[in-house]
């Protein structure tokens, strides 16, 4: 089992400015000693012989192929604005000035 001491448990709670009971300090240790060993043997499980992967099914780019299409002028996409100036949409300003 792995050696996580209360006092190292201490030391991470006051980090995370988590403040825990004595005995709540000693149930984490053991708790988080159980964790450790968990990884750990997930790490044990991993050998030469299997490959690394990120996705356990083969993905592939599922994306139509980018193509031009038909655009509008700058005064084709005005012509609905509720308000325009200088050839630019004009929007109410959410910033002050200065």
Avoid: C, W
């Avoid at 006092?7 to 988080?32: F, P, R």
């Amino acid at each position: 089992m792995s050696e996580i001491s209360r006092a190292d448990v201490e030391h991470l709670a006051a980090l995370a400015h988590i403040s825990m009971t004595d005995d709540e300090l000693g149930k984490m240790a053991g708790e988080l000693a159980v964790i450790v060993d968990s990884v750990k043997t997930v790490g044990r499980a991993v050998g030469d012989d299997v490959e690394a992967t990120s996705h356990p099914i083969p993905l592939t780019n599922v994306f139509r192929e980018d193509k031009v299409g038909e655009t509008f002028t700058a005064e084709q996409s005005l012509l609905n604005a509720p308000d325009a100036e200088d050839g630019r949409f004009k929007v109410p300003a959410i910033l002050d000035q200065e």
